[in-house]
């Protein structure tokens, strides 16, 4: 049975349900002002467990992620009772909803997994229902904001919370997009030049410090075919 939340449980909720997905930085200086007496990682991971503990009936968690992008670890505030793009997303309209479907299905269709951020704001004028471009970027930034895409000077790219809540429909509706190592869904991140097979950047990274070859087909690593990105925005946030 899950313990009665304090005030200190309380407001990290808070603040993770306005800001939806935050830096593992910007969560520690956050509790740090909550529990100066235990501002640690271990504190703040522990502090997270007993949370989840009391909102998993809810349907919500709190999860630690990678931003495949920005490389940044994170935290993220999930809806877990389903994953599909119907689920009730708080102050969104059924036309901003199929926008947010929109975007996400060509980003997950296009070669590079991103989508410049000029042709996020036309698929307004491709809606079945009527979304202004002005409410169209409106809705986009609230999204970027929260953690569901990530923009990286003119593109567009699945954010840490979009791959997490959405994990079933993205690996029925993609192929070829697992990291070879982790097994999780990768979209941006580094191929073998030899076998073509896909891995998050922190993963094989992590792997190469010990090792030469590919995790895969063993030749060589003779570096990689990239497509991650790093220069985030800094005003729109690094999720």
Not at 218 to 236: K, L
Request: contains cysteine; hydrophobic residues 35%.
């Amino acid at each position: 049975m899950a313990h009665p939340l304090s005030e200190r449980h309380r407001y990290f909720i808070q603040f993770m349900l306005t800001n939806g997905l935050v830096t593992v930085d910007k969560a520690l200086k956050f509790f740090g002002e909550l529990s100066p007496d235990q501002n640690q990682l271990v504190h703040l991971k522990s502090l997270i467990i007993e949370i989840n503990r009391a909102i998993n009936l809810q349907y919500f968690k709190i999860a630690t992620s990678v931003c495949e992008v920005t490389g940044d670890s994170v935290f993220v505030w999930l809806n877990t009772k389903n994953d599909e793009l119907s689920k009730q997303q708080i102050g969104f309209s059924p036309v901003e909803l199929e926008y947010f479907h929109a975007i996400m299905q060509e980003i997950i269709t296009s070669d590079n997994h991103e989508l410049p951020y000029p042709r996020c704001i036309n698929i307004t004028s491709t809606l079945v229902g009527t979304l202004t471009r002005e409410n169209g970027e409106k809705a986009l930034m609230k999204w970027i904001r929260g953690g569901y895409f990530v923009k990286v000077e003119q593109f567009v790219y699945l954010g840490a919370r979009t791959i997490l809540e959405f994990t079933t429909y993205l690996r029925t509706n993609t192929e070829n997009c697992t990291c070879s190592l982790c097994s999780e869904l990768v979209f941006r991140g580094e191929s073998c030049q030899s076998c073509f097979n896909t891995f998050h950047t922190f993963c094989i990274q992590k792997y190469l410090q010990n090792q030469h070859r590919c995790p895969s087909c063993r030749t060589d690593w003779e570096g990689a075919n990239t497509n991650t990105s790093m220069d985030v925005d800094s005003e729109e946030g690094a999720g």
